[in-house]
């Protein structure tokens, strides 16, 4: 009887069911950074998320939202993306020892195949990026799931192993399963030139190898019909309806992801940076231990099975061309089919590693399993501080600190989509929570489709300043249809309409902007710090409200939006404390105000400054 861990199957449930559980001990509790509480909103609500739309993700999202595992909707959908990204790691098992099996004899001979796969599909499980996914809600969870089972279904149809008669049932169950891989993210594209290599290396040109691909094209079509809900669901007007994509033109438009092309391909000091991000990455990404491994692995894999080598190498590197050629800065989730190549070959490496301690040493051969978990157990201790975000409140507490600024039935200008913007819409949609005050991204008023949504939630909001909205839109138009535009008109006409909707708000609204809002769209009006925001108003020594009392969780990680958020904290401190200075000369005001942000960022030189302009 074989041992349970070396039968493919057991060894891919218990990958998956341990990475579960890692999972669930680090899980977020709430809403995340960027785009995680428009993403919420869009699966709580059927809505329709920004491109590419990702219409898969919004309906198995709105089931596990109604799933009672959790109070919140939110801890629901981030147990959603443990569960995914552990069942893709289980997946990986099955796809990662058959790559072991296809490597050759001597790797596939008493080298414990599905131990070595498990191993690797644990290395890439508790790898940083791969680990965080998992944390919160994201597309990226299901989209690993999604190619796990595409490279599974591949594998399978395409090269079985001895014993094993797929047939032609297996091609079509492959097609569709990369069509539905496309509605949830179109980085799905990226497998094309590996599998299509592999395809036609194994299969050949010949006119069977083409007319099965014809034949594939029907169940693919039938996965990618599930786009169709895009525009049916965006006729329906719900509540979060990004692209406003209710006509061909801006259906294709939000599929394609024009919205996001100005980033793509722009110039070589991108890809440098990317790259050397990358490069300067990798080794920590798995510990050292996982990428040595996959060193080792890749030259097992190209010594036994070269043509497979060349289409592992092909995923690798033709996603390491697309992510260097995108100019974000939360560019890691991009990387993440070249990490599966990492876990596969290091899968090939561990294989290879217990095949020769085998050949040497036969009688450590019940040893070999458990040294292989341990080696895996390496990324699990090295990241678990890091990767572990059970406490962080941080974004819900910026969220709820910033509302808490904000006056009844306010109107606030930002573009802290990071922080606040995106779960803004979570708690005003799903939670219903201060649903008075009107939330503007400055940045999405760019598109005209945001405008078309700002009137559907505050249809005051556009009619009291119709005439400059329809201006802009004028100009906006040529620019969105690759027309020739004055990009100065453009500007003029986006201005004339924010300071519009300022001005035509403030004698019913209280009317905010928060820090990072340019000067000369608040011309003639000042800055009343008040909380984490800014009120407008006509009287240049305004007294602020009373400092409303912050909810503040600390969490003790650092990194490039973390710091931010108490950067901001201290910035809102700061400016209050500049601003009783200045304009009412109250000293002791201001030094209450430099010691609390002391508290967020103790480094500030904004914070010594005004520390130095204070009596002792």
Known sequence: MKHPVKQPGTAALL????????????????????DSGELATVACTLGIAHPTGYPLYTILGWVFSRIPVAHAEIARLNLMAALFCSAAAGILVLVF??????????????????VSACGGALILAFSATYWSQALEVEVYPLHLLLVSLVLLQFLRAGFPL??????????????????????????TVLLAPALLYLYFARHGGSRGSWTRLMKMSLPFLAGLSLYLYVPLRASRVPPLNWGYAVSLERFLWHVSGKQYQVWMFSSMDVVGKQLSYFIRGLPGEFAYVGLLLSIAGSLVLWRGNRRLAIGVALMFFVCIAYAANYDIHDIDSYFLLAYICVGMTASVGLSAAAALALERFPRIRNLVPPVILCVCAIPLAVHFRDADESGDHLV????????????????????????????????QIVGDFRPDVTVIDKELLRRSWYLKELEHRRPWLIASSRAEVNAFLAQVDLFEHGLPYDPARIQASYVGMIESFIRRSMPAHPVYVTGEIEPEFTRGLARVPEGLAFRLSAARADIPSPLPSFTY???ARGGRLEDMVRRLYAEAFLSRGEYFLANLHDVEEARKCVEKAGLYDPASPRGRRLAALLPN
């Open 15 to 34: 990958t998956g069911l341990a990475a579960f559980a890692v999972y669930c001990f680090t899980v977020a509790p709430g809403v995340g950074f960027i």
């Open 162 to 187: 001895p014993g094993e008669a797929p047939g032609e049932r297996s091609w079509y169950l492959f097609a569709y399963a990369v069509g539905l891989a496309f509605t949830n993210h179109m980085t």
């Open 396 to 427: 819900e507490d910026y969220t709820m600190n910033m509302f808490s600024s904000l006056r009844a039935d306010a109107v606030v200008i930002s573009y802290q989509w990071d922080y606040w913007v995106s779960a803004s819409y979570y708690y």
């Open 553 to 555: 969780r600390p969490f």
């Open 97 to 114: 020892r058959r790559v072991v099996l296809l490597t050759g004899r001597k790797q596939s001979a008493g080298s414990f195949p599905a």
